[in-house]
């Protein structure tokens, strides 16, 4: 049971106070957790644009509970230093002028230790709020307090991918933990297939059922869909070295235009993480480099590489109505940032149904993101969360291995655009029936 998805928003007692209370902890106990292997050094590197400092990360969770719901609905709330609402803010137009992403690694004060007693200044805060919630805002009060605990584990999923970034910059390899999970070593098998009919399906999450879900994947509709196959499997790393041998990152003929232009470019031969010692392939991952396990999902390829390797293999991606239309009668279970392994593994010999739809790695879809046919933004400011970025995004689906499990779902749509790599992305191919 997801301590988070089953909470109760219509109403509150004593009981439910203290499973919502819990449930805040727990998932505010996680985001630290995660940031306990990192050096005061680690927390202030930004290696990229797209990559924040861990420090901001764990100053804007804490800041998105302060400007949605403290400031809001808490009577006594007391600003612990207003220039945090400036730092802070990553893309919230319509509530203040937010400090540029590409310069956070320029924040050194407020220091890591300061950034840490905002966090506890917000956690007491939040823990006087659900003890004595004003009862005429309760149902507000307990949805975005919902929406800022899915966030936060939206940013633990963030603060993996970009202290991989980070680490990974540094010629030593570091280690980020020594004392990961073991992977487990043994062979997939030959990619097989399984065929569905082609049909009207339904779409999106159903306002009747229960448990939380982004407004992106509201607006539940019928598609149809025509007869296609699904690959039982995503692509693996030893599939991808072949179309590396086949001279797939040299030859424009699979490449979409901006594909082939970022590849030229970037200088790209190979996925994020790649290099080659003594002649081996090894990839740098949080337990260090190591070398490439060939039956493992292969991962840290972009949405062109991806669509590249599938014209090289004569098939395509699948859109996200087929992905969705095949996951929704899975089972919720995979290789999650719980198994903690922290890397995708390679998957169990399976001919019943698809294998890791879920968990491992966010599978690239063909489809671009879009609204649903009925799409509405959230009200205010929150409706910045998730519609302004339909435009030059591309869908990704099932979660990764550095995704908490109970945030997951079969409808969850998640977003980059087709160049990025430093998410655990990888892919999974399709073909008419």
């Known amino acids: 049971m997801s301590l988070i998805q089953d909470l109760p928003i219509d109403s509150l007692d004593s009981t439910h106070a203290k499973e919502w209370l819990r449930a805040y902890q727990r998932v505010r106990a996680a985001t630290e957790t995660i940031c306990a292997p990192l050096h005061k050094e680690d927390y202030m590197v930004q290696s990229m644009p797209d990559v924040s400092p861990p420090k901001w990360h764990i100053a804007h969770v804490s800041w998105f509970f302060e400007a949605f719901i403290l400031k809001l609905f808490h009577p006594s709330y007391q600003i612990l230093d207003p220039a945090y609402d400036y730092l802070f803010n990553s893309y919230y137009v319509t509530h203040g002028t937010p400090f540029a992403r590409p310069d956070r690694g320029m924040i050194s004060r407020p220091t890591v ?4 007693r905002f966090r506890a200044h917000i956690d007491r805060a939040i823990e006087e709020l659900l003890n004595d919630l004003p009862q005429e805002h309760v149902q507000e009060i307990l949805r975005r307090m919902e929406l800022g605990l899915h966030h936060e584990q939206q940013h633990q999923e963030l603060l993996f991918m970009d202290i991989k970034h980070i680490l990974a910059q540094n010629p030593l ?11 487990p070593v043994h062979g997939v098998g030959e990619l097989g297939w399984h065929a569905y ?3 009207v399906r339904h779409i999106g999450h159903d306002e009747a059922d229960k448990g939380f879900v982004y407004d992106n994947e509201m607006g539940r509709h019928l598609q149809f869909v025509e007869a296609f196959q699904l690959a039982d499997r995503p692509v693996t790393n030893g599939e991808f070295m072949e179309f590396i041998q086949a001279g797939g990152y040299d030859k424009p003929d699979y490449w979409l235009s901006d594909g082939w232009a970022t590849v030229k470019a970037e200088g790209w031969n190979s996925p994020l993480y790649w290099v080659k010692r003594d002649g081996v392939w ?3 991952t949080l337990g260090g480099l190591v070398p490439v396990d060939m039956n493992a999902p292969v991962c840290h390829v972009s949405f062109y590489e991806a669509d590249a ?7 395509r991606l699948p859109t996200e109505a087929e992905w ?4 929704r009668d899975l089972l919720m279970q995979g290789n ?3 198994q903690d392994h ?3 593994i390679a998957a169990v010999p399976s001919a019943e149904a698809p294998r890791q739809m879920f968990g491992d790695v966010w599978e690239w879809t063909g489809s671009a993101y879009r609204p649903y046919p009925g799409f509405r933004k959230l009200p205010g400011s929150l409706g910045e969360y998730n519609g302004k970025f339909m435009s030059g995004q591309m869908v990704l689906r099932g979660g990764c291995c550095a995704t908490p499990k109970d945030h997951m779902r079969a409808t969850y749509r998640n977003f980059f655009p087709p160049h990025a790599r430093w998410a655990f992305s990888g892919f999974r191919l399709a073909k008419e029936s």
Request: charge should be negative.
């Open 324 to 327: 969705e239309t095949v996951a």
């Open 113 to 116: 230790d300061e950034v840490y």
């Open 173 to 183: 390899c570091p280690a980020y933990r020594d004392d990961l999970a073991p992977r």
């Open 309 to 315: 390797y599938a014209q090289w293999a004569g098939e």
């Open 342 to 344: 922290l890397q995708p």
């Open 282 to 284: 090894h990839h740098y």
């Open 336 to 338: 999650f940032a719980e």
């Open 197 to 199: 009919p082609a049909g």
